[in-house]
């Protein structure tokens, strides 16, 4: 499979005046505003990937048998293109992304991209859509490059076909107002993920089965929703798009082992080598609800937080659950938190040395 095809790069006609663009990206929030452009790449059994191009952003029109609409093969990415402190555009780790886009693409039986044309992809619209980053604390664009099985056939196997798309929109915060630290509901009646399932592939199914959750979380007045493990309901596991550490009062930290019902996220990743290189004790282990509610109870838990690349680093404050709530420290912020999230953001801004080659410079 050669991943040397051409790029075709079809500028859009009508873009999006310069003016109405700066009123957009004024206070552009998360995922809602989209830039001018966005990539397709075919693939078709047999004939492999072809017909890459960079044009228009625009409506799909699909066969309404296509086989995504019934049977939810379809995986995702999301990765930040940063503006250095020079001046310059990068992006974060996105071989990482190229290669966890590979693995979900295994796991859900479809046709895997070469890495070179993912970055490539992601690369390209950075390049055409330069003009979109936003001109805020913390603004980037978020690209999300996804798959969708593409095949017009109700038959139960993996498609013949493929459609990989990336699109992009301006970034500013994730939790709205900035949240300084946000509130956990411990889901009691659903599952995200359950062993020999998707948990480990990014794809819309975990979302989608997520939501309920998510849902009930947000009419009880908390903010996401904390999974615990499928078998037994008592593990922590993770956010619905988001993975958990716990900072202990000796300065230790931990997070939930990837045991194959988690997302390996590459904040995580990137956070466990931050604090491995700052000399801090990290574990990969279990850790039990009832122990998260005694520890914080005791002070032997003094901070909590969760991480993505969407929201970053996010201090967790309470925990609440049928049974009643705790909070976690002092309810905001902590100093073993903050420390990390100001690290790894500096190395993504080109503000801090960057030991791991983590940014890729794009200019
Ligand atoms: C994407 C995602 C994460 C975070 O991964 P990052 O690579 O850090 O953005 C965590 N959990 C779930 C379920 C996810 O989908």
Redesign the pocket.
């Known amino acids: 499979m050669s991943a040397n095809i051409p790029f075709a790069i079809i500028p859009s006609a009508n873009p999006i005046s310069a003016q109405e663009r700066a009123d957009r990206i004024a206070a552009p929030g998360f995922g809602k505003v989209f830039t001018d452009h966005m990539v397709t790449i075919r693939y078709v059994e047999g004939q492999g990937w072809h017909d890459a191009k960079v044009h228009a952003r625009q409506p799909l029109v699909l066969d309404p048998a296509t086989a995504v609409l019934h049977y939810a093969q379809e995986i995702f990415e ?1 990765l930040k293109a940063y503006r250095l402190e020079d001046g310059a555009m990068a992006l974060f780790r996105p071989e990482a992304n190229a290669q966890r886009f590979n693995a979900s693409a295994r796991r859900m039986a479809m046709a895997e991209l070469p890495e070179e044309l993912f970055i490539g992809s992601c690369r390209q619209l950075v390049q055409i859509d330069r003009d979109w980053f936003p001109d805020v604390e913390g603004g980037s664009i978020y690209l999300r490059p996804f798959m969708i099985a593409s095949e017009a056939f109700l038959g139960v196997k993996p498609s013949s076909e493929y459609l990989y798309m990336v699109i992009a929109s301006a970034a500013g915060g994730y939790f709205k107002s900035g949240a300084p630290a946000v509130s956990l509901w411990v889901s009691q009646d659903y599952s995200r993920a359950a062993p020999g399932g998707t948990g480990a592939a ?1 794809c819309g199914g ?1 979302y989608a089965s997520s939501l309920i959750a998510q849902a009930e979380a947000m009419k009880l007045g908390h903010d996401q929703v904390v999974f615990l493990d499928a078998a037994e309901n008592r593990w922590i596991e ?6 958990l550490f716990f900072v202990f009062e000796d300065g230790s930290i931990q997070t939930p082992p990837l045991s194959g019902t988690i ?1 390996p ?4 990743e990137s956070l466990l080598t931050i604090a491995r290189d700052e000399g801090l004790t990290v574990r990969e282990e279990r850790y039990a609800i009832d122990q998260w509610e005694a520890d914080a109870k005791s002070g032997r838990i003094v901070e909590s937080f969760a ?4 929201a970053v680093v996010t201090p967790i404050g309470k925990v609440s659950s049928p049974s009643g709530s705790f909070t976690v420290g002092a309810g905001g912020p902590g100093q073993v938190t903050q420390r990390l999230k100001e690290k790894l953001v500096s190395i993504q801004r080109g503000a801090a040395a960057d030991p791991h080659n983590w940014v890729m410079r794009l200019d």
Do not use: S
Request: proline share 0%.
């Open positions: 999301g990014k975990n993770e956010l619905g798009g988001m993975n997302l996220g590459i904040t995580r991480c993505g690349t969407a």
